[in-house]
């Protein structure tokens, strides 16, 4: 059996070989083929017939009962998915456990929201009558990133589906695993031939799913700089996308926290699946009359978290997912040294540990312009800031390209309410931080992307308006003679 499923066949890629590894050991866990450029061309087609079939986009039954199925087979399988998952990204199997949760959950969801609960009819001043109807797209192209491959997977397939589209899905090289378990589910659920179809490979195959004319529209999650690309590659033929990139996200500690437990905030925050989240928040702002006191406690919390195996339970912290990966935060703690920032914690390589280990790092003495404060790192590299005044906090958080998320701890909630107002973020959190909800749209701002997940917006973002007007009869020129 082949990994790359194509017009409702499991196929051998004709690509590249790749090699999957376990993170946390270095060694090969799998070996796939990524698909060619032709079979990203049947991908599409088949999809593009699939959806010129009319069967899936008019048929809310069958969609409906495509997605809850598929929910409850993952559910059975729940915990297999979980472990595959943790191995393939190096995530404690707990965080993989609330992934597969959160999947579920989605899958539920927008099931939930089918039929079509987006349209609307209206009576309008000139006597008729519009429907305003929210319909399918077409062919949608969903690709996807390496830390939550599961997840981020499904936060498109969902709603993409449920609107009625047909998809071509590409996971990330790296780890393309669980996405296939999750392919058998909706096999398993039911899903008609070419309505889905899975390819694995790297920037090509994304790169082929993008031009194909087929495809008419792109939903992406990665880099801002793969972004752009895939951005300015659509804008040729006006294809719709969607856009969730990185961020740098703030968190802003008031002086009037319980300094204990806000600093078990910030630890997660800033090291929840080893930093490498788009919402993580490394750029901790303390006011300044508990900087010292936050510091402390923050380090002795660093210093405890349990870095080791994703798969023993109790783990908190895995290998980062390749040695590349380890070189790139490793490269941004010596940037930050020789830019002069001083380094309080950490930043080894855990060279006694088989896999991609390292220590998380926390530096002080930053400068608003250094690379460490304003580019993504997307691993466990947080850097301290202090601010005396709630204007001087927002300049800070804001003081970056990104705006995907905030956070904010304070006592005060209409300190809360005045800090959320003015950053610049798609996501904000008041004393709390990470939590997606399903039913709220999620999405940035600035460099951090274009569009939204999650919620109706999620939905509608895979569904085009029609405007259906309807005159009772042709006696009058409606109107033309009502303006008259
Ligand atoms: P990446 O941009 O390198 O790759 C993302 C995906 O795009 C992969 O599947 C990759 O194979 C594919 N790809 C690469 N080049 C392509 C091209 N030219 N055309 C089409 N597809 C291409 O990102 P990554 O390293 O896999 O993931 C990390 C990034 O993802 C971080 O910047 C992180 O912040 C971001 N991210 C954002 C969110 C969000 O919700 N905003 C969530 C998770 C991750």
């Given at each position: 059996?082949?990994?790359?499923?194509?017009?409702?066949?499991?196929?051998?890629?004709?690509?590249?070989?790749?090699e999957i590894k376990n993170p946390a050991t270095a060694e090969i866990e799998e070996t796939v083929f990524e698909a060619d450029d032709l079979q990203v061309k049947k991908a599409a087609e088949s999809a593009y017939?699939?959806?010129?079939?009319?069967?899936?986009?008019?048929?809310?039954?069958?969609?409906?009962?495509?997605?809850?199925?598929?929910?409850?087979?993952?559910?059975?399988?729940?915990?297999?998915?979980?472990?595959?998952?943790?191995?393939?990204?190096?995530?404690?199997?707990?965080?993989?456990?609330?992934?597969?949760?959160?999947?579920?959950?989605?899958?539920?969801?927008?099931?939930?929201?089918?039929?079509?609960?987006?349209?609307?009819?209206?009576?309008?001043?000139?006597?008729?009558?519009?429907?305003?109807?929210?319909?399918?797209?077409?062919?949608?192209?969903?690709?996807?990133?390496?830390?939550?491959?599961?997840?981020?997977?499904?936060?498109?397939?969902?709603?993409?589906?449920?609107?009625?589209?047909?998809?071509?899905?590409?996971?990330?090289?790296?780890?393309?695993?669980?996405?296939?378990?999750?392919t058998k589910a909706l096999i398993e659920a039911g899903i008609p031939d070419g309505i889905f179809n899975f390819v694995i490979g790297g920037r090509e195959v994304g790169q082929a799913i993008v031009e194909n004319?087929?495809?008419?529209?792109?939903?992406?999650?990665?880099?801002?700089?793969?972004?752009?690309?895939?951005?300015?590659?659509?804008?040729?033929?006006?294809?719709?996308?969607?856009?969730?990139?990185?961020?740098?996200?703030?968190?802003?500690?008031?002086?009037?926290?319980?300094?204990?437990?806000?600093?078990?905030?910030?630890?997660?925050?800033?090291?929840?699946?080893?930093?490498?989240?788009?919402?993580?928040?490394?750029?901790?702002?303390?006011?300044?009359?508990?900087?010292?006191?936050?510091?402390?406690?923050?380090?002795?919390?660093?210093?405890?978290?349990?870095?080791?195996?994703?798969?023993?339970?109790?783990?908190?912290?895995?290998?980062?997912?390749?040695?590349?990966?380890?070189?790139?935060?490793?490269?941004?703690?010596?940037?930050?040294?020789?830019g002069g920032a001083s380094l309080l914690y950490g930043g080894k390589v855990l060279a006694e540990k088989k896999g991609y280990f390292i220590e998380p790092a926390v530096f002080e003495e930053v400068d608003q312009?250094?690379?460490?404060?304003?580019?993504?790192?997307?691993?466990?590299?947080?850097?301290?800031?202090?601010?005396?005044?709630?204007?001087?906090?927002?300049?800070?958080?804001?003081?970056?390209?990104?705006?995907?998320?905030?956070?904010?701890?304070?006592?005060?909630?209409?300190?809360?309410?005045?800090?959320?107002?003015?950053?610049?973020?798609?996501?904000?959190?008041?004393?709390?931080?990470?939590?997606?909800?399903?039913?709220?749209?999620?999405?940035?701002?600035?460099?951090?992307?274009?569009?939204?997940?999650?919620?109706?917006?999620?939905?509608?973002?895979?569904?085009?308006?029609?405007?259906?007007?309807?005159?009772?009869?042709?006696?009058?020129?409606?109107?033309?003679?009502?303006?008259?």
């Amino acid at each position: 059996m082949g990994h790359n499923w194509i017009n409702g066949e499991w196929e051998q890629g004709n690509g590249k070989r790749l090699e999957i590894k376990n993170p946390a050991t270095a060694e090969i866990e799998e070996t796939v083929f990524e698909a060619d450029d032709l079979q990203v061309k049947k991908a599409a087609e088949s999809a593009y017939l699939a959806f010129s079939s009319n069967s899936w986009r008019y048929n809310f039954k069958l969609r409906k009962k495509v997605l809850e199925k598929a929910a409850s087979i993952l559910e059975e399988k729940a915990e297999k998915v979980a472990t595959i998952e943790s191995i393939d990204t190096g995530k404690p199997i707990k965080e993989a456990r609330v992934d597969v949760e959160d999947v579920v959950h989605c899958l539920r969801y927008y099931a939930g929201l089918i039929p079509d609960s987006l349209s609307k009819t209206l009576k309008m001043e000139d006597g008729t009558e519009s429907e305003i109807k929210s319909e399918p797209i077409g062919v949608c192209g969903l690709i996807v990133p390496w830390n939550f491959p599961l997840l981020l997977g499904v936060w498109k397939l969902a709603p993409a589906l449920a609107a009625g589209n047909a998809v071509v899905f590409k996971p990330s090289e790296l780890t393309p695993m669980s996405m296939i378990e999750f392919t058998k589910a909706l096999i398993e659920a039911g899903i008609p031939d070419g309505i889905f179809n899975f390819v694995i490979g790297g920037r090509e195959v994304g790169q082929a799913i993008v031009e194909n004319p087929m495809v008419k529209k792109i939903s992406f999650t990665g880099s801002v700089e793969t972004g752009k690309r895939i951005y300015q590659r659509c804008a040729e033929d006006l294809k719709k996308v969607s856009l969730e990139l990185g961020g740098k996200s703030p968190l802003i500690v008031w002086n009037d926290v319980d300094i204990e437990k806000t600093a078990e905030w910030a630890v997660f925050g800033a090291l929840f699946n080893q930093g490498e989240v788009c919402v993580a928040a490394p750029r901790l702002l303390l006011h300044q009359d508990i900087y010292d006191p936050f510091k402390k406690v923050l380090l002795e919390k660093i210093s405890q978290v349990n870095i080791g195996d994703p798969l023993k339970e109790g783990t908190e912290f895995g290998p980062l997912i390749s040695e590349s990966h380890v070189k790139k935060v490793t490269a941004y703690i010596e940037k930050g040294l020789e830019g002069g920032a001083s380094l309080l914690y950490g930043g080894k390589v855990l060279a006694e540990k088989k896999g991609y280990f390292i220590e998380p790092a926390v530096f002080e003495e930053v400068d608003q312009s250094m690379e460490i404060v304003q580019e993504e790192i997307f691993g466990p590299v947080i850097t301290l800031q202090s601010f005396e005044t709630k204007e001087e906090a927002v300049e800070l958080a804001n003081g970056t390209n990104y705006g995907l998320a905030a956070g904010i701890f304070t006592e005060s909630s209409e300190r809360g309410r005045w800090i959320a107002e003015r950053l610049e973020a798609g996501i904000i959190w008041i004393n709390s931080y990470h939590t997606p909800y399903v039913d709220a749209p999620w999405g940035g701002v600035k460099q951090s992307g274009i569009g939204r997940e999650l919620g109706p917006e999620g939905l509608i973002s895979f569904t085009e308006y029609k405007h259906v007007n309807k005159s009772v009869s042709i006696d009058s020129l409606g109107w033309y003679q009502f303006k008259r």
